[in-house]
């Protein structure tokens, strides 16, 4: 079974729309981890947001919020007014305590805003 | 803060050869290194973990005589792909992170093609 799972693989929108990406994890660890990275097509991973498991207050930065539910395992994205630069690969990743930290990757979610 | 580099970005090498490609952490100590690959429209995946001083940690099915990990300094971690093959071919991108600090910051990533 997979730890991380972003089910969706595509995401296509207009400039403006609002676009949500999901992320459902797995784990036994009490203390861990969760990260959202975004890949633009040049190919560097940057850092969006780290949160950790015991901390479950939402989070918005700009044009970017993060809904995380440990009830529900889901740590979902959202982008508000979406813009072209938004246009990446997003992945969720989990890192695990008792696993040294390791980052385990979703397979990532392909956002394309169109103008 | 937080700048990972990576050298080369691009390499392009004849099969049979060997290829060394450095990640380095040019703003923070970096006691824990991390190299991951990614195939195209691939999610990343580990490699091995570097620790500063000592052997990496391979994770199953890398194998190590192929993937030789050196963790020299505090800012500097390098992989060499041994006898280089076609099927090496990848994206290869590596990460730092410090003691206190669990978040991973990635490098811009090298590209290796292996003809």
């Known amino acids: 079974a997979q730890k991380v799972t972003q089910a969706q693989t595509e995401i296509s929108v207009v400039e403006k729309e609002d676009v949500t990406l999901d992320c459902v994890y797995e784990t036994r660890d009490t203390t861990y981890y969760l990260f959202w990275y975004k890949q633009p097509p040049s190919g560097e991973l940057v850092f969006l947001i780290r949160r950790n498991s015991f901390d479950e207050q939402n989070e918005i930065s700009g044009r970017y919020s993060w809904n995380f539910q440990k009830s529900t395992s889901s740590f979902n994205f959202t982008i508000t007014a979406s813009q072209v630069v938004d246009s990446a690969v997003y992945f969720c990743?989990?890192?695990?305590?008792?696993?040294?930290?390791?980052?385990?990757f979703g397979g990532g979610t392909r956002v394309l805003v169109k103008p | 803060g937080a700048v990972v580099s990576q050298h080369p970005s691009r390499v392009i090498c004849k099969s049979g050869t060997s290829v060394k490609i450095e990640c380095r952490s040019l703003?923070?100590?970096?006691?824990?290194m991390f190299w991951y690959r990614q195939f195209p429209k691939q999610s990343l995946m580990l490699m091995a973990t570097s620790n500063e001083g000592s052997k990496a940690t391979y994770e199953q099915g890398v194998e190590k005589d192929k993937f030789l990990i050196n963790h020299a300094s505090l800012t500097l971690s390098t992989l060499t792909v041994t006898s280089a093959h076609p099927e090496d071919s990848s994206f290869y991108i590596c990460s730092a992170r410090t003691t206190v600090q669990e978040t991973q910051y990635f490098g811009p990533g090298t590209r290796l093609l292996v003809l």
């Open positions: 703003d923070f100590q970096a006691t824990t």
């Open positions: 990743a989990l890192s695990e305590r008792l696993k040294g930290n390791k980052l385990t």
